[in-house]
């Protein structure tokens, strides 16, 4: 009897713990939302209750905003869905490709020395390398002849290095549970090693890839420092991030616009959290099993 009463006190402490920690969390959301609803009056008077909230506030709002022409909004949303999609599809095919050299090299030396940089630069922070970052991009733009700043080209490619190392690190975890008979078959049937990716390892990886492109795309549509030191504030292409920070310098005292513009680019990546959480998860638990 007093285990079971020990025991229901410890559920009841994490279940607290945990609203806790879910509303601390969840907060900023929930101004961001109540305060996309109201006029700029309203919020200023009572930023956090739920006076002057309405729908057709909202709608109002959200017109205002996607048709402004300081904002941009579906240019700004379709430069974000390009660059996101291009890096993200890049990042599955080519580090899906490196881990599964790695992986099956992992004996030699110079497959464990690339394993170890990738791992290595995951903790370097980004602070450290951008401004070297910047300077090496516009040198190597002008050697290859195409303008790696202020460019999708040069993002996207940016992305790839940055987000190549979590990419490989989680792939290659992954790929050690995958049976080498399977390969060696393939092999033996005639099947080329670029074959043996495509119609055998690829495919078994589909569950792990969808949790690392929704990782890194979450990543990637939020992002604001590398867009913004690469594209700049002023340049033609700017994603979402960026373009909110520019109306944000715009509309300092119209508030509602403001945190409209926030909201819509907050709500996308949402939905597809959402959608995909179930994803999201088996693929991490499949892949802390096989690796």
Known sequence: MLHTKE?????V?????????AIYVLFPFFLVVINSCKATSDITSNPVGFGGV???QLIQNLGDVINNTHFLFWQAFGYSVLITVLSLVLLALFGG??????CRNNKTKWSQFIYFTFIASMIIPFQVVMLPLISTFRDVGKFVGIPMLQSV????????GFGGAMTVFILNGFIKGIPYELEEAASIDGCPPEGIFFRVILPLLKPVITTVTILNGMWIWNDYLLPSMMLGQNGAVKTIPVAV????GSYVKQWNLILTAALLAIVPMVIIFLIAQKQIMEGMIEGAVKG
């Not at 025991?7 to 559920?11: C, D």
């Not at 490709?97 to 790695?102: G, K, L």
């Not at 080209?153 to 790839?160: E, K, N, Q, S, T």
């Open 54 to 56: 309405s729908i057709g």
């Open 97 to 102: 490709m490196a881990a599964w050299v790695i």
């Open 7 to 11: 025991k229901t006190s410890s559920i």
């Open 153 to 160: 080209p040069g993002i996207v490619f940016a992305y790839l």
């Open 13 to 21: 402490i994490k279940l607290v713990i945990a609203i806790v920690i």
């Open 245 to 248: 920070q520019a109306f944000v």
